[in-house]
T-cell receptor
Framework: GQQLNQSPQSMFIQEGEDVSMNCTSS?????WLWYKQDPGEGPVLLIA?????ELTSNGRLTAQFGITRKDSFLNISASIPSDVGIYFC????????????FGSGTQLTVLP | DGGITQSPKYLFRKEGQNVTLSCEQN?????MYWYRQDPGQGLRLIYY???????QKGDIAEGYSVSREKKESFPLTVTSAQKNPTAFYLC????????????????FGPGTRLTVL
Protein backbone atom coordinates (compact mmCIF):
# COMPACT_ATOMS: atom_id res chain seq x y z
CA GLY A 1 0.00 0.00 0.00
CA GLN A 2 0.86 3.65 -0.28
CA GLN A 3 3.29 4.87 2.39
CA LEU A 4 2.81 7.73 4.76
CA ASN A 5 5.99 9.01 6.35
CA GLN A 6 5.32 9.94 9.96
CA SER A 7 7.94 11.67 12.09
CA PRO A 8 9.41 11.64 14.53
CA GLN A 9 9.22 7.94 15.37
CA SER A 10 9.52 8.73 19.08
CA MET A 11 9.73 11.76 21.33
CA PHE A 12 10.73 12.34 24.94
CA ILE A 13 9.57 15.68 26.32
CA GLN A 14 9.20 17.41 29.66
CA GLU A 15 5.75 17.98 31.08
CA GLY A 16 4.50 21.40 29.99
CA GLU A 17 6.39 21.46 26.69
CA ASP A 18 4.73 21.73 23.31
CA VAL A 19 4.94 18.85 20.82
CA SER A 20 4.79 18.73 17.05
CA MET A 21 4.61 15.74 14.75
CA ASN A 22 3.83 15.39 11.07
CA CYS A 23 2.99 13.10 8.21
CA THR A 24 4.10 13.53 4.63
CA SER A 25 3.58 11.71 1.38
CA SER A 26 4.43 12.06 -2.28
CA UNK A 27 0.73 11.51 -3.07
CA UNK A 28 -2.35 13.69 -2.65
CA UNK A 29 -4.83 12.98 0.14
CA UNK A 30 -8.50 13.96 0.47
CA UNK A 31 -8.80 13.40 4.21
CA TRP A 32 -6.38 13.43 7.13
CA LEU A 33 -7.15 11.88 10.49
CA TRP A 34 -5.16 11.86 13.71
CA TYR A 35 -5.58 9.08 16.28
CA LYS A 36 -4.11 8.35 19.69
CA GLN A 37 -3.56 4.80 20.90
CA ASP A 38 -2.92 3.80 24.50
CA PRO A 39 -1.12 0.49 25.17
CA GLY A 40 -3.37 -2.50 24.53
CA GLU A 41 -6.28 -0.34 23.35
CA GLY A 42 -7.79 0.67 20.05
CA PRO A 43 -6.96 4.04 18.44
CA VAL A 44 -9.17 6.94 19.45
CA LEU A 45 -9.94 9.67 16.94
CA LEU A 46 -8.53 13.06 17.93
CA ILE A 47 -9.06 15.30 14.91
CA ALA A 48 -10.45 14.87 11.40
CA UNK A 49 -9.51 17.20 8.51
CA UNK A 50 -11.38 17.28 5.20
CA UNK A 51 -10.17 20.35 3.29
CA UNK A 52 -6.75 21.62 2.21
CA UNK A 53 -5.57 24.36 4.54
CA GLU A 54 -8.06 23.42 7.25
CA LEU A 55 -6.84 24.11 10.78
CA THR A 56 -8.77 22.40 13.55
CA SER A 57 -8.36 22.39 17.32
CA ASN A 58 -9.52 19.96 19.98
CA GLY A 59 -8.57 21.32 23.39
CA ARG A 60 -4.76 21.46 23.55
CA LEU A 61 -4.48 19.68 20.18
CA THR A 62 -4.28 21.46 16.85
CA ALA A 63 -3.96 19.82 13.44
CA GLN A 64 -3.70 21.18 9.93
CA PHE A 65 -4.38 19.75 6.48
CA GLY A 66 -1.43 20.86 4.36
CA ILE A 67 -2.16 23.22 1.49
CA THR A 68 -0.49 20.86 -1.00
CA ARG A 69 -2.71 18.01 0.32
CA LYS A 70 0.43 15.92 0.78
CA ASP A 71 1.02 16.52 4.46
CA SER A 72 -0.51 17.19 7.85
CA PHE A 73 0.79 18.11 11.27
CA LEU A 74 -0.42 17.69 14.83
CA ASN A 75 0.58 20.00 17.68
CA ILE A 76 0.02 19.36 21.36
CA SER A 77 0.46 22.34 23.66
CA ALA A 78 1.43 22.25 27.33
CA SER A 79 1.86 18.47 27.47
CA ILE A 80 0.65 16.49 30.48
CA PRO A 81 1.42 12.93 31.60
CA SER A 82 -1.79 11.50 30.10
CA ASP A 83 -0.62 12.59 26.64
CA VAL A 84 1.67 9.55 26.67
CA GLY A 85 0.83 7.11 23.89
CA ILE A 86 1.24 6.45 20.20
CA TYR A 87 -0.11 9.01 17.77
CA PHE A 88 -1.06 7.88 14.27
CA CYS A 89 -1.87 9.87 11.21
CA UNK A 90 -4.12 8.34 8.58
CA UNK A 91 -5.24 9.59 5.21
CA UNK A 92 -7.51 8.78 2.31
CA UNK A 93 -5.68 8.87 -1.00
CA UNK A 94 -7.24 10.92 -3.76
CA UNK A 95 -8.76 8.59 -6.33
CA UNK A 96 -8.47 5.55 -4.08
CA UNK A 97 -11.14 3.15 -2.97
CA UNK A 98 -11.49 5.46 0.04
CA UNK A 99 -9.49 3.24 2.36
CA UNK A 100 -7.28 4.65 5.07
CA UNK A 101 -3.51 4.57 4.81
CA PHE A 102 -1.77 4.77 8.19
CA GLY A 103 1.52 6.23 9.28
CA SER A 104 3.78 4.10 11.46
CA GLY A 105 3.10 6.18 14.56
CA THR A 106 4.90 8.56 16.91
CA GLN A 107 5.57 7.23 20.40
CA LEU A 108 5.27 10.14 22.85
CA THR A 109 6.75 9.97 26.35
CA VAL A 110 6.14 12.83 28.78
CA LEU A 111 8.66 13.12 31.60
CA PRO A 112 7.57 14.67 34.91
CA ASP B 1 -24.03 3.95 24.54
CA GLY B 2 -23.03 3.52 20.88
CA GLY B 3 -19.75 1.88 20.11
CA ILE B 4 -17.75 -1.01 18.81
CA THR B 5 -17.07 -4.09 20.87
CA GLN B 6 -14.52 -6.79 20.26
CA SER B 7 -14.27 -10.03 22.10
CA PRO B 8 -12.39 -11.58 23.64
CA LYS B 9 -9.70 -9.09 24.73
CA TYR B 10 -7.05 -11.84 24.84
CA LEU B 11 -7.09 -15.09 22.91
CA PHE B 12 -4.69 -18.00 22.97
CA ARG B 13 -4.72 -20.78 20.40
CA LYS B 14 -2.55 -23.68 19.42
CA GLU B 15 -0.80 -23.63 16.09
CA GLY B 16 -2.92 -25.13 13.33
CA GLN B 17 -6.28 -24.17 14.84
CA ASN B 18 -8.69 -21.76 13.25
CA VAL B 19 -9.97 -18.99 15.51
CA THR B 20 -12.76 -16.45 15.08
CA LEU B 21 -12.60 -12.91 16.46
CA SER B 22 -15.85 -11.09 17.14
CA CYS B 23 -16.67 -7.49 16.19
CA GLU B 24 -20.04 -5.84 16.85
CA GLN B 25 -21.12 -2.23 16.37
CA ASN B 26 -24.32 -0.39 17.27
CA UNK B 27 -23.41 2.87 15.51
CA UNK B 28 -25.59 2.02 12.50
CA UNK B 29 -22.48 2.21 10.33
CA UNK B 30 -22.53 0.57 6.94
CA UNK B 31 -18.81 -0.08 6.55
CA MET B 32 -16.64 -2.28 8.76
CA TYR B 33 -12.94 -3.06 8.68
CA TRP B 34 -10.36 -5.44 10.14
CA TYR B 35 -6.77 -4.38 10.74
CA ARG B 36 -3.71 -6.13 12.03
CA GLN B 37 -1.14 -4.32 14.16
CA ASP B 38 2.34 -5.64 14.89
CA PRO B 39 4.72 -4.05 17.43
CA GLY B 40 6.17 -0.75 16.26
CA GLN B 41 4.14 -0.74 13.07
CA GLY B 42 1.11 1.00 11.70
CA LEU B 43 -2.18 -0.68 10.94
CA ARG B 44 -2.53 -2.96 7.94
CA LEU B 45 -5.92 -3.64 6.36
CA ILE B 46 -7.02 -7.29 6.24
CA TYR B 47 -10.62 -7.12 4.95
CA TYR B 48 -13.35 -4.55 4.67
CA UNK B 49 -17.07 -4.55 4.01
CA UNK B 50 -19.08 -1.58 2.78
CA UNK B 51 -22.46 -3.28 2.92
CA UNK B 52 -24.09 -6.45 4.20
CA UNK B 53 -23.24 -9.61 2.26
CA UNK B 54 -20.31 -7.94 0.51
CA UNK B 55 -16.64 -7.67 1.46
CA GLN B 56 -13.27 -7.06 -0.19
CA LYS B 57 -9.71 -8.12 0.50
CA GLY B 58 -7.33 -5.58 1.95
CA ASP B 59 -3.55 -5.55 1.74
CA ILE B 60 -2.91 -8.70 3.79
CA ALA B 61 -5.97 -10.96 3.34
CA GLU B 62 -4.10 -14.24 2.90
CA GLY B 63 -4.87 -16.69 5.71
CA TYR B 64 -7.95 -14.77 6.88
CA SER B 65 -11.66 -14.98 6.10
CA VAL B 66 -14.69 -12.85 7.00
CA SER B 67 -18.45 -12.80 6.70
CA ARG B 68 -20.99 -9.97 6.84
CA GLU B 69 -24.42 -11.48 7.34
CA LYS B 70 -25.65 -8.64 9.56
CA LYS B 71 -24.97 -4.92 9.50
CA GLU B 72 -23.86 -4.96 13.13
CA SER B 73 -21.42 -7.87 12.92
CA PHE B 74 -18.18 -8.54 11.02
CA PRO B 75 -16.38 -11.61 12.42
CA LEU B 76 -12.82 -12.41 11.36
CA THR B 77 -11.50 -15.98 11.15
CA VAL B 78 -7.77 -16.49 11.40
CA THR B 79 -7.12 -19.76 9.62
CA SER B 80 -4.27 -22.21 9.97
CA ALA B 81 -3.00 -20.93 6.61
CA GLN B 82 -1.95 -17.63 8.23
CA LYS B 83 1.78 -18.10 8.75
CA ASN B 84 2.30 -15.61 11.55
CA PRO B 85 -1.05 -15.00 13.26
CA THR B 86 0.18 -13.64 16.62
CA ALA B 87 -0.77 -9.94 16.57
CA PHE B 88 -3.16 -7.28 17.85
CA TYR B 89 -6.37 -7.22 15.77
CA LEU B 90 -8.48 -4.10 15.47
CA CYS B 91 -11.98 -3.75 14.11
CA UNK B 92 -13.33 -0.41 12.90
CA UNK B 93 -16.48 0.99 11.35
CA UNK B 94 -17.57 4.06 9.41
CA UNK B 95 -20.48 5.54 7.53
CA UNK B 96 -20.38 4.11 4.02
CA UNK B 97 -17.59 5.90 2.11
CA UNK B 98 -18.77 8.27 -0.57
CA UNK B 99 -21.98 9.24 1.18
CA UNK B 100 -20.91 12.71 2.31
CA UNK B 101 -18.62 14.67 4.63
CA UNK B 102 -16.88 12.52 7.12
CA UNK B 103 -17.58 9.12 5.60
CA UNK B 104 -13.94 8.15 5.76
CA UNK B 105 -13.64 8.65 9.49
CA UNK B 106 -13.23 5.25 11.08
CA UNK B 107 -13.94 4.47 14.72
CA PHE B 108 -12.09 1.61 16.37
CA GLY B 109 -12.93 -1.10 18.85
CA PRO B 110 -10.68 -1.96 21.83
CA GLY B 111 -8.85 -4.74 19.98
CA THR B 112 -8.15 -8.45 20.49
CA ARG B 113 -4.66 -9.70 21.19
CA LEU B 114 -4.21 -13.12 19.62
CA THR B 115 -1.32 -15.31 20.68
CA VAL B 116 -0.67 -18.57 18.88
CA LEU B 117 1.37 -21.02 20.91
Amino acid sequence: GQQLNQSPQSMFIQEGEDVSMNCTSSSIFNTWLWYKQDPGEGPVLLIALYKAGELTSNGRLTAQFGITRKDSFLNISASIPSDVGIYFCAGVLSGSARQLTFGSGTQLTVLP
Amino acid sequence: DGGITQSPKYLFRKEGQNVTLSCEQNLNHDAMYWYRQDPGQGLRLIYYSQIVNDFQKGDIAEGYSVSREKKESFPLTVTSAQKNPTAFYLCASSIRPGTGRGPDTQYFGPGTRLTVL
